[in-house]
T-cell receptor, first 114, second 111 residues
Framework: KAGVTQTPRYLIKTRGQQVTLSCSPISGHRSVSWYQQTPGQGLQFLFEYFSETQRNKGNFPGRFSGRQFSNSRSEMNVSTLELGDSALYLC?????????????FGPGTRLLVL | GENVEQHPSTLSVQEGDSAVIKCTYSDSASNYFPWYKQELGKGPQLIIDIRSNVGEKKDQRIAVTLNKTAKHFSLHITETQPEDSAVYFCAASNLPLKLTFGTGTRLTIIP
């Protein structure tokens, strides 16, 4: 099976712009989670989607949003970008989203905000 | 919410020796504890995980132990090899697919 794929892999934006990142989970997986990774804050949970519904949300401002489509693909959007949004954004998928289920990560999208 | 502490932040060991990384968690409801390895420019890769009904799990050179009473778990890598050099993250979860990660350990294997 193909792994989790994320597009684009690299992105440069300027402050105030918005950005949309895409994630395709492993075939058959229905749960998708998003994480932000920075040197200062480490890996932080953004939100999780299952069957097109957001089930869990981390402590991020409303500028961070996401959605999931019927084919389980997910997108994450960040509006009004700030310099501090520069990070590696990681997507992870799992089969049915059970509480103790293994998550598989994609390679990430590296976002640089200038 | 859950809080995970990880030690040490950096670790250097001679090739062939063992490496141990320790994590503690705060939420007694957490019941799933994975370990990830992240190489430069890549996403985290699951190397081993343990669930709360098990005290120890081993996979070849890698083992994880869990002490639910003390709320800590550890990663043990034996017979280390140069390709084991990477950043290792522990994590804990008490909700569906919401992992709380430790701050990472940069492991360097000295040839």
């Amino acid at each position: 099976k193909a792994g989790v794929t994320q597009t684009p892999r690299y992105l440069i934006k300027t402050r105030g712009q918005q950005v949309t990142l895409s994630c395709s989970p492993i075939s058959g997986h229905r749960s998708v989670s998003w994480y932000q990774q920075t040197p200062g804050q480490g890996l932080q949970f953004l939100f999780e989607y299952f069957s097109e519904t957001q089930r869990n949300k981390g402590n991020f401002p409303g500028r961070f949003s996401g959605r999931q489509f019927s084919n389980s693909r997910s997108e994450m959007n960040v509006s009004t970008l700030e310099l501090g949004d520069s990070a590696l954004y990681l997507c992870a998928s799992s089969s049915s989203g059970g509480a103790r289920e293994t998550q598989y990560f994609g390679p990430g999208t590296r976002l640089l905000v200038l | 919410g859950e809080n995970v502490e990880q030690h040490p932040s950096t670790l250097s060991v001679q090739e062939g020796d063992s490496a141990v990384i320790k994590c503690t968690y705060s939420d007694s409801a957490s019941n799933y504890f994975p370990w990830y390895k992240q190489e430069l420019g890549k996403g985290p890769q699951l190397i081993i995980d343990i669930r709360s009904n098990v005290g120890e799990k081993k996979d070849q050179r890698i083992a994880v132990t869990l002490n639910k009473t003390a709320k800590h778990f550890s990663l043990h890598i034996t017979e280390t090899q140069p390709e084991d050099s990477a950043v290792y993250f522990c994590a804990a979860s008490n909700l569906p697919l919401k992992l709380t990660f430790g701050t990472g350990t940069r492991l360097t294997i000295i040839p």
